[in-house]
């Protein structure tokens, strides 16, 4: 499709930090949890932890990050381990025996992680000995921010087809702003091409047809690894390169005229720069907010679970034993036969119920049979 692989005089091609950190499992990484890629923050610390089946004896910490989850140890600097939130299959909490004699019951982290085929199977055991931590979450941020990431795939992958467009309009994600809308784009993936529109924001690039919105591509800066302008058959285009991890697509795309082709493709480089510089992965958690919020919801159970006395009467045991004696004279009568010789009777409408009803039978009134408490009680004091 495209005549000439050489770059059009004036163009720049970006360069991209290829994004690892939350697609891989790593070992021993020199000075891994002080190297953190832009744009990736710490979000919570977690102390007094053992890898157990990789670093069994070794006390560290967990780092968890808006991309990944890192354990280093304390003791032994080379020691540590990266797992990327991508490569999680499961994760859970159990109670482990710590291994000692007296045999400590403590939390410890499961985690299952898959990576080129291969699975990993990682404990993290608390191993500070406080019985106070046995019953905290004390893993609660890891649960929270994997959660958040799998919720957040826009801002880092390339997305097709997806329920991205409403209505001839983006649906914006938090923190995204729009910097351009063109209209006339043509879509070259196809040999007849297909008209549509660009959406310029600061976190990515979106293009999606006129004639049917569904057919899209959602495309962050993060999974772009080259711009360019190139001659095809069609004329001068924007070719733009996937990374790898984002499929290793060759996208074509053709804006006319060409001065607003090439004014597209500055605004593309300088936004591409601005991301790389400092890339929004779209996780936004607060760890000290998040434990005020589950310690006000336990102690709002603990009150609502307590048992108040004062909300309570408490009856006088002859009271008690005097509750509708009547009713229960009568329905044993029913039990036993004791019926009237008429038979069955026809039921009549009782006035003060609102419904028909059968007949009471003699030596009871309709009060005796309707208040199962006593018309009068007196409580305790």
Known sequence: MFKSIAPIEGIRQPLLQWLWEDKEVKFDVPLLHKNLRSGERVLDYIYHIEDSKGNPGDTGRLMVTNLR???????????????????????????????????????????????????????????????????????????????????????????????????????????????????????????????????????????????????????PYLQIESLRVRESKYGPALVIQTAETGGGYVLGFRVDPAERLNELFNELCSLHTIYGEQPNFGIQYNAHDARRRLEAADEEVAQASQFKVDTFEELDEQQEREINTKLNSYLAEGCLGKVSSQGERDPLYCKELGFAMEPIRDGYKLRDLWNIMPTKMETME
């Open 69 to 219: 989850i890192i354990w280093h140890s304390l003791v032994h600097k080379k020691y540590n381990l990266s797992i990327g939130y991508a490569r999680i299959g499961n994760t859970n909490t159990r109670i482990v025996h710590m291994h000692s004699k007296a045999r400590i019951a403590s939390q410890a982290l499961y985690i299952l992680a898959i990576s080129n085929e291969t699975r990993f199977e990682f404990l993290f055991t608390d191993v500070s000995g406080e019985t106070s931590r046995r019953d905290q979450p004390i893993f609660a941020s890891v649960f929270d921010v994997y959660h958040l990431y799998q919720r957040t795939y826009l801002y880092r992958d390339l997305k097709l087809r997806g329920a991205i467009v409403q209505a001839g309009q983006l649906v914006i994600l938090p923190d995204e702003q729009v910097f351009s809308h063109v209209q006339g784009v043509w879509n070259l993936s196809s040999d007849q091409g297909n008209l549509g529109s660009f959406v310029v924001t600061n976190i990515r690039l979106v293009w999606f047809a006129d004639a049917n919105e569904t057919f899209n591509i959602s495309l």
